[in-house]
């Protein structure tokens, strides 16, 4: 049984829970520790069977609260020599483990696949996360779908994906010029229809679940996004994720989505 659980996803912050019976690794630590830990108290998670943490790039969202976690739990911090060095120094954690672009990590029975992708970051990479042949994508921040994300989205069968930015909000919106650019380019963030024909390209018959992630406070909605992947329903459960909240948490087993 594989249990999967965002527990804080936006611009204010991400954390993303994936664990089995035993043992659970984090991907990214953008909240507090006290948030951490309290959200996952609300969703009965145990915090001791957190093994590690991977770290996607060293953007405080992302970043800022893994020193004091991973001092609390005792567990290793993933990342990049180059994340590690671009990183805030008063966040950075001591018990930290490199990792190069497209190394495979062991932890426990989880088998961490790492890979680069495009982000306005020093090394920025996402993770699919296997075990016992079920597949979890993490996969948010990214401005344009490169090969990686495209070959591990196909092998998923459940995905946090970036669905980022509704295009009308953007362009319509309040952001200064140089801001909405930054966004929208190959080194920003994923829009909703960006990441539709990510999906319709490249997941595939066994991804029965997306939850869709790093909503934009100031250029998206819920409905919006949801409406955008309304043409999807039929193939894929979709999901919202919460950006001050955890979301619920998902069971699955034998490639079997279990609520």
Same mark, same amino acid.
């Given at each position: 049984m594989l249990e999967i659980c965002a527990l804080a996803s936006g611009s204010n912050g991400n954390c993303y829970y994936i664990g089995n019976q035993e043992d659970a690794i984090l991907v990214d630590v953008g909240i507090s520790r006290r948030q951490v830990m309290e959200r996952m108290r609300v969703r009965g998670l145990d915090a001791s069977k957190i093994r590690a943490v991977f770290i996607s790039h060293e953007h405080a969202d992302h970043f800022r609260g893994v020193r004091v976690l991973s001092k609390q739990l005792n567990v290793p911090v993933y990342m990049t020599v180059a994340t590690f060095e671009k990183s805030w120094c008063p966040d950075r954690p001591a018990k930290i483990v490199n990792f190069e672009p497209g190394d495979v990590v062991d932890i426990g029975e989880f088998r961490i696949h790492t890979f680069s992708k495009q982000h306005d970051a020093a090394q920025p990479c996402s993770f699919r996360i296997e075990h %016992?042949?079920?597949? /979890?994508? /993490?996969?948010?921040?990214?401005? %344009?779908?490169?090969?990686?994300?495209? +070959?591990?989205?196909?092998?998923? @069968?459940?995905?946090?994906?970036?669905?980022? *930015?509704? +295009?009308?909000?953007? !362009? @319509?919106?309040?952001?200064? !010029? *140089?801001?909405? @650019?930054?966004?929208?380019? +190959?080194?920003?963030?994923?829009?909703n229809n960006q990441a539709v024909e990510l999906l319709k390209n490249y997941g595939s018959k066994h991804l029965e679940v997306v939850f869709l992630s790093h909503l934009s406070a100031e250029n998206n909605r819920p409905e919006i996004a949801l409406e955008a992947f309304s043409e999807l329903n039929a193939k894929h459960s979709v999901r919202l994720t919460n950006r001050y909240a955890p979301a619920e948490i998902y069971r699955l087993k034998k490639n079997l989505l279990v609520l």
């Open positions: %016992e042949g079920t597949n /979890v994508g /993490v996969m948010t921040d990214i401005g %344009e779908p490169c090969r990686n994300v495209m +070959e591990h989205l196909s092998a998923c @069968n459940a995905v946090f994906l970036e669905s980022n *930015y509704d +295009e009308d909000m953007l !362009w @319509n919106g309040s952001y200064p !010029w *140089y801001l909405k @650019n930054r966004v929208a380019s +190959e080194y920003g963030h994923l829009s």
